[in-house]
Each structure stands twice: as structure tokens, then as C-alpha cells.
């Protein structure tokens, strides 16, 4: 009976998280208010009711920790539902859509991570509960202090140091440099600086839009990408790069800056390829080498990429159903590759799904750019935008061997403290600016109405 019931609620699972994403979309017809707040409603209940059916599944599968996964779940519940309806009441003017996609992710990697590693699960839960928290209050920073644009050079030399500690407590994961730790905690730098860098390219160019302050701040982010590539961390300084040319395109408007830092980048890399191949790039060439072609070396070197490929391969369409699959065949699973593993256990449609469910997320993040009036809140928007977006693109693009693995993680979704903390602050700024922006629209939309009700008093006196 356990059996059956746990097949059938894959394909229940599959239908919701459908339903889900089509409402990701939809949420932006026009149409009045009420209806749009139906759907954000609606999209609760589906979440609420794939995370249901999924800890069924685990509970039924893992009859010896039954108690332990029923606990867990109830937890999980309590503490999305307590803060999906706290930060809206203390937040009326936040996006709710982000809040639902934060919490959907945030959920599907809790489940994944709890059929792969309970006790990796509960530190993830522990750590962004405790995140979630701590967050909570950049929207009110946010509002009280308005000077943030004013603190550029800052924001540039602090995120130099943090990266620069590496090379003094610094240790070394996977062949690169860019971890540190510290009372026992080990983070990653470079995962927290990407929110600083963002804040530093938008603060210099809300300032000015002049050749001056451009090469100003392009001196700044070359020596954050230098000093990642010294890390051999290639994967953040593709990210941070890719960050600072779709910012300086929007902080500036021209398309000749874009041109020249990309033939400039291109000709670095070349040239640091070409000086320091043996010594930052040899674990580099043996990932494209991988990618190149993965099947020479199926039991070394290829062996990730090959077991990544054959665990998305046979989950098919619908997926083996969760815990019926061998996702810990694939090493680093549970970080790196889940995509993987979500993809063999809950299906590819499921795991296209998520992928929308990412994108709708990069959409609302440019939605809020678009919207808003203060060109230092556009910028920054708009870098974490890009940001969230090419990482969760890096990550996927990786494990199916669309491009060489860069080691990188599916924001919220992936096992890991410093990448779930950095991504849960994006999240909270980004609900920052939207309030701020729709504060500013209802206070805009108020005075018109009063000017227009004052114009009719006096047309009839």
C-alpha cells in the first residue's frame, strides 16, 4: 500500500508544481487586485501541499525515522507560515511573489536535502531560519536610512579585505582557495562580497555617469576579480564580471562600455591563461576537458558529469519518485549537482519547472528595476537580478553539461550556509526596494488623487 501511494503522489507532486509555475506567470495579467491576491493565496496552497506530499513519501520510505521526519516537516511548516504572514503584515508593500518563490525554493532544498543527508538538512533549516530572522530587518534599514548610495568607496574596499583574508586563514575546497574559518565556522567570502560589489557599482554610478568615475570603478572590480582568480575561484569572478557589465550598461546607458570590457576581460583572461596556465588553471582545464568529453575518463576525472548525466537520464519525465532513485551515486550531490539529484527523483518536467520557477523569480527582480524612480535602487536591482539569475544558470548549466562545471550552487535550493545566507540577503534588499518603491507610488498616487478632488471642489464653488 506504501508503495502505491508513494507513486502515485509523484505524479500529484508533479501536477502541483505545474500549477505552481503557471501561476508564477499569470500573477502578472492584468486584472483587479483581488484576483491577483487569489492566486499568491493559491500558490501557498500548492506549495504547502507539495512539501505535504513529499515528507509522506519520506516518512512512508524512512519507517524507522518516521517520528524524526514528521517532526521536522511540522517545523518547516510552522516556521514558513509564521513568517509568510508576519512579514507581510509588518511589510504591506513587499512582493509577495518573492516571498513565495524564497520559501517554495527554500523548501524543495529542504526536501532533497533530507532524502539525502538528514542531518545536513536540519543545519540547513538552523541556518536559514536563523537568516530569515536576521534579514528581516534590511527592509526597515532600508527605509530609515535613505544615504546607503553615498558609501560607494566603502563598499569597494571592504569587499577587497574580505576577499583578500582568504590568502591569511584561508582554506582550500576543490581546488580553490576561497573558504575561510573561523571558530570553527567555515565561510565563503566571495558569496557575501557579491552583495557588497553590487552596492559599490551602483553607488559609484548613481553618482556619475562620467569616463572618469567609470575607470574609477572599473579599477575597484578588477582587483575583486584578480584576487578571485588568485583564489582560483573562476566560477565568482565569471559571476562578478558578468555583474559589473550588465550594471555599468544600465548605470550608463551605452553599449560601447559593454563592447570594450568585454574585448578587455576576454584579452586578461587570455593572458592570464597564457602566464599562469600551471598555476591557477590546471584544475580549470581539467573541467573543460570533462565537458569536452566526459565518457574518455567515465571511472576518473568524468565520473561527476557521466553519473550527473545517467541520474537525469533515468528519472525520465516523471521522475523515479522521491527516494527511489540513486542520487548519491553523483559526489557532491547535495550541493554542486541537486539539480541532479531533483531531476532523477522527481522528474525532468519537475526540474523544468524549477527552472521557471527561477526565472519568474529574475523577472520580478527586474520588474522591481524597472519600476523604480532612484537610479541607484534601479542599478542595484538590476545587478541582483543578473546575479541570482547566471548563478542559478552556472549551476544548472553545469550539471547537464551544457557548459563546463563551475562549482557554483542553485541559490536557496543547494546544501550550504555562506550561499543561503548571501541569497536570503539579495532576497530581503530586493523586498526593501519594492517597498520603498510602492510607499513612494501609493504616496504619488494620494497626492494626485487630492489635487484632482481639489480641482473638482473648485470647478463646482
Known sequence: MASIIINVSKYFILILMLLYTLTCFTIYQ?????????????????????????????????????????????????????????????????????????????????????????????????????????????????????????????????????????????????????????????????????????????????????FKQVVVTTGFAGVHMMILVLEKDLGAALIFFVIFICMIYVGTGKIQYVAVFLAGG???????????????????????????NPWADISGDGYQITQSLFAIGSGGYFGTGLTKGSPKLIPVCES??????????FGVLFALALILVCFSSFICFVNIALKVRSRFYKTLAFGFAVCYSFQAFLSIGGVTKFIPSTGVTIPLVSYGGSSVLSSLIMFSIMQGISTIENKEAKKIEEERRNLEEEAQRLREA
Open 30 to 210: 492584468k486584472g483587479n487586485e483581488k484576483k491577483r491576491e487569489w492566486k499568491l493565496n493559491r500558490q501557498i496552497v500548492y506549495v504547502f501541499l507539495i512539501h505535504f506530499l513529499s515528507y509522506m513519501t519520506l516518512a512512508l520510505s524512512y519507517e524507522d525515522r518516521m517520528t524524526e521526519i514528521v517532526v521536522f516537516y511540522g517545523v518547516q511548516i510552522l516556521v514558513a507560515t509564521i513568517y509568510m504572514y508576519l512579514y507581510h503584515f509588518i511589510y504591506p508593500y513587499s512582493s509577495r511573489l518573492i516571498t513565495n518563490n524564497m520559501c517554495f525554493l527554500l523548501l524543495i532544498g529542504y526536501t532533497m536535502l533530507a532524502r539525502l543527508d538528514f542531518s545536513m538538512a536540519k543545519k540547513q533549516f538552523i541556518i536559514a531560519t536563523a537568516a530569515m530572522v536576521l534579514v528581516a530587518v534590511i527592509p526597515y534599514i532600508m527605509e530609515r536610512f535613505r544615504n546607503l548610495r553615498n558609501y560607494g568607496i566603502i563598499y569597494g574596499v571592504v569587499g577587497i579585505i574580505a576577499l583578500s583574508s582568504v590568502f591569511v586563514i584561508g582554506v582550500e575546497q576543490y581546488g580553490s582557495v576561497n573558504w575561510i574559518s573561523l571558530f570553527g565556522i567555515t565561510l565563503q567570502p566571495s558569496e557575501f562580497v557579491k552583495v557588497l560589489f553590487a552596492f559599490f557599482v551602483a553607488s559609484m554610478l548613481s553618482k556619475s555617469r562620467s
Open 266 to 292: 576576454t584579452a586578461m583572461a587570455g593572458l592570464a591563461f597564457l602566464l599562469f596556465k600551471e598555476r591557477l588553471f590546471n584544475h580549470v582545464l581539467v573541467r573543460v576537458n570533462v565537458w569536452k
Open 336 to 345: 554542486d549537482f541537486i539539480f541532479s539529484a531533483i531531476s532523477e527523483e
